[in-house]
């Protein structure tokens, strides 16, 4: 792991070169992602590189980069290593306009003063989030989400423990306990947890990320520090200590951990690498375009800080329903080959390709065959009928929501299962969505559904499609109920487009009185 390399793809400069980076913008939409530029300077030429928000952690503000590889950093001439309390009342907050050195650019330089010992530093305010706010990728991006928290999980508290029951759209590499130390701590500490929370409301309503210093406890740090005689300038935060849970045990449950047991049964399919080589790549690209990640670059978040609890509670695993663990292939074996170019990108798991894919489109714009094809013909039944003001479709593939899931493919294991999602609007202007996925003889019923809030929808029909992903070809009824989704199921019959339009609008009618069946 320590030898691999990551490296930006657009890195401009010559092999050997130290490029040192100079400033970080401000994040900003592009593109349906959250995107930064990282300006670096050499030989008196500064160039400015776009990149995921997620490279963050990445990044350290003076310090110097070769080849484009950001595992590696070399800090500049004259730091030192520091180790600091800030004290609440010893921190003011500072910014300024700032011309980037080198460019035509400006940006707005945000930062707290922090007194020690009789010394005034600068830390920057971009330092606090990648470092104390949100030191992993899945914490970056939920900074800009408004009350997210519970579509990935429910918070349980009981005596002296807590217990989170993640859904499907959290990760289960995020299960790791350094990861799970650091939520708990964020949920834990009110102060933390209020400051984290508000970024969002700021960043929506003015386009810029900006707290005031509201933490109620000290924090000691070890930094990077560009000494001068009165303090110096905070460039990297190398740890975090005397970090406390107020809590003894955490447990937790996800989808993905399940109870197994040892079967005699030969493997249903494998998945191998097109390339033929089975270990890790030497050498992964950074590339904004791509929607994906690995879990690599978490782990090369977390090398580049340690984080010190007073003490650490218990962490308890528990297992959901049991699954056969089939240890090895025979003739029946399907093998399914993934062509892994060892590009990717350190935007949010998965992308946000979901979110960014899930456009509507007009009905009449929707070319399906099939049984995607028949709904089609019921939706525009729907249309003409007095209770329906309009209908838009979103449509995709369930390969979206994973990479590894054979459900995600048809039978001939090739061809994409595909959905459809209809969203339709009704008197008083109230939205029900209803979801079709091919079903190539399962038992899979249509979804007919109540979102709480429309504004949050694009993340409820990820967390919908992913629990069927994960559940191969299931509905996750208690995922539903978990997010406070209203929802009923119609089984699929042979009858013609008109019976099967009257049946779903009982339905509709049902869900919006609150009955659920």
Known sequence: MSKQQVKLDNWPFNNGEKAQLTWISSPF????????????????????????????????????????????????????????????????????????????????????????????????????????????????????????????????YGANKIHLDFSSLYHRKYTKDNFLYQLVWLLSNQDLRRIFENVAYTFINMGIVKFDWLFTKPITIKAIVKSTSNGGTILRITNVKNKQIPYSEISFSHPEIIQTEKSGEAKKYTLHSKSGNGNQQNELTLDEQVEGTTDNFDLIEMENQVHEYVKLPKVTKIRRNSNKQRNFEDENTKKYFIDDQGRRSTSDVGGNKVAKGLENKSLYDIQVQGELGEFIKVLKVLENYSEVQSINVIQGSLNEFSDTKRFVYLNDGVTERKYVIAEIVLFANKVVSVIEVEREDMALSTLICKLKMQQDKNYCYKQTLSGLVNNNGTWDKKQLSFNEIKFSTLKHGKKEAQHRANLLV????????????
């Open 29 to 156: 939409w592009q593109s349906k992602k959250i995107m930064i530029y990282a300006y670096f300077r050499i030989n008196g030429k500064t160039e400015k590189l776009l990149a995921d928000w997620g490279t963050l952690p990445a990044l350290a503000i003076q310090h110097y980069y070769m080849n484009g590889d950001i595992r590696k950093s070399i800090a500049p001439a004259g730091t030192e290593e520091v180790e600091m309390t800030i004290y609440p009342n010893n921190v003011s907050y500072f910014e300024k306009e700032w011309s980037i050195y080198g460019t035509n650019d400006k940006d707005m330089s945000r930062s707290f003063i922090v007194s020690s010992d009789n010394k005034n530093y600068i830390l920057p305010l971009i330092e606090v989030v990648r470092s104390i706010l949100a030191p992993n990728r899945f914490l970056l991006y939920r900074l800009f989400e408004t009350n997210s928290f519970p579509q990935y999980f429910i918070e349980q």
């Open 506 to 517: 009982n339905k509709f009618i049902k869900i919006l009185r609150g009955i659920t069946c």
